[in-house]
């Protein structure tokens, strides 16, 4: 099915562990972005890509990493993770600026 | 520096009508969208303004004053599935989206 599709869905991890959160979309989107979600928060941009090797920080980049070796596919990873970090990871695509983005289901990150 | 205002939480009755305010801060302005996120889930779109005036679409209904720095989404004819977060987030000068923290909307029998 076309869409954007996040993995994992639910994720438990340590304090120090390196993961990564996958992004996939089959709509051939030239812009992907990575966002967290926490409460009393709105949506914290973190990186985003405007095309395939082109990414570039938002918000809120540190203790994060992003690549973009294809359209499709915009992998985030924590290289060390915090506790800080424990959110709801959201991934977005778009085709066009102006044009609204589109959600994946999010993941949730709890770093213990 | 870039903000967006909105009430934390809102409380309307079902068949009701409701206004959700937003007040936004930008370094320039490129429009100004409303998403819907039910708890758990993630964001959808509901409505996009560039222009001054009111964008209508069913039981809802976006209104934006650039010179106010002022939008509105407005429900009408309340659901009980209509109970989620409504989330304001306005484009900057470089297209990038500023996001509030979101309305919780709490819908009553």
């Known amino acids: 099915d076309a869409g954007i599709t996040q993995s994992p869905r639910y994720k438990i991890t340590e304090t120090g562990r390196q993961v990564t959160l996958m992004c996939h979309q089959t709509w051939s989107h030239s812009y992907m972005f990575w966002y967290r979600q926490d409460l009393g928060h709105g949506l914290r941009l973190i990186y985003y890509s405007a095309a395939a090797d082109i990414t570039d920080k938002g918000e809120v980049p540190d203790g994060y990493v992003v690549s973009r070796s294809k359209t499709e596919n915009f992998p985030l990873t924590l290289e060390s993770a915090t506790r800080s970090q424990t959110s709801v990871y959201f991934c977005a695509s778009l085709d066009r600026l102006n044009q609204p983005q589109h959600f994946g289901d999010g993941t949730r990150l709890s770093i213990l | 520096g870039q903000n967006i205002d909105q009430p934390t939480e809102m409380t309307a009755t079902e068949g009701a009508i409701v206004q959700i305010n937003c007040t936004y801060q930008t370094s320039g302005f490129n429009g100004l969208f409303w998403y819907q996120q039910h708890a758990g889930e993630a964001p959808t779109f509901l409505s996009y303004?560039?222009l001054d005036g009111l964008e209508e679409k069913g039981r809802f209904s976006s209104f934006l004053s650039r010179s106010k720095g002022y939008s509105y989404l407005l429900l009408k004819e309340l659901q009980m599935k209509d109970s989620a977060s409504y989330l304001c987030a306005a484009q900057d000068s470089n297209y990038q989206l500023i996001w509030g923290a979101g309305t919780k909307l709490i819908i009553k029998p």
């Open positions: 303004n560039v």
